[in-house]
């Protein structure tokens, strides 16, 4: 009986840690799964469900990322996302709502539970536009049209090519921007000299090595990522 104490012991000992592994694993689990920079100055955050660290999650994501970056506003992806904790969507919204900063929130056919609540809540507060598809169980205020196979393969990559062509999809994520040009300083240059206006020994040298940007083929994002950066150029042409 004294011998086998110890292996007793020491089984005892190995279910209680890996109880206590279990647990830990549960408690750590968060609910923002990804947070980054898109196009320089919008801030993309993506809930796989509403917990309750959501807010927290946020507040300490915004942080990190406008440590390196001038944010003009946030995206919130709530699509496929779920949760229980009603507590934590009112807690997020309110956070968004204090920032008064531009906002989109994106919601599709599985967007349910407390994320639905938070899209809802969101809309309530007047915190921000709500865009996806026709099947979203919150209106949105912009539809995008795509499919459920892209709409599931551009929440992994936002960058990648869809499976089909969509109407609907912007080419690049300026089509709100219609005043933008797009033209190189070279280009015009070499226009007014085909005008006879300038010498041809001015002409910059045209930059064939600088690395091409990614294109959002997301329609969804492509469209909410618009909204912030036409918001930004409008709010910093009146200050």
Known sequence: MTRRSPWIFAAALAGLLTVQSSLRADTTDTALTKSTVLEGNVAYLRAGQVGKNLADEIRAAQSALAVS???????????????????????????????????????????????????????????????????????????????????????????????????????????????????????????????????????????????QPQVIRDPVLARAVDLIKGLAVVRASHS
């Open 69 to 211: 970056n001038k944010i003009a506003g946030t995206v919130l992806d709530l699509r496929f996302a779920g949760g229980d904790d009603l507590d934590s969507a009112k807690a997020t919204a309110d956070l968004l709502a204090a920032e008064k900063m531009p906002l989109a929130i994106l919601v599709n056919g599985q967007t349910s539970s407390a994320a639905e609540t938070l899209a809802s809540e969101l809309r309530a507060s007047r915190a921000g536009l709500i865009f996806g598809g026709m099947a979203a169980p919150v209106q949105p205020d912009i539809v995008v049209a795509t499919s459920p196979e892209d709409e599931r393969a551009f929440t992994e990559n936002p960058y990648a090519a869809p499976s089909q062509i969509d109407t609907n999809a912007p080419a690049a994520t300026n089509s709100l921007l219609p005043f933008v040009d797009h033209t190189s300083e070279a280009d015009l240059v070499r226009a007014k000299i085909k005008d006879g206006d300038q010498d041809e020994s001015s002409v910059p040298p045209a930059h064939t090595d600088a690395p």
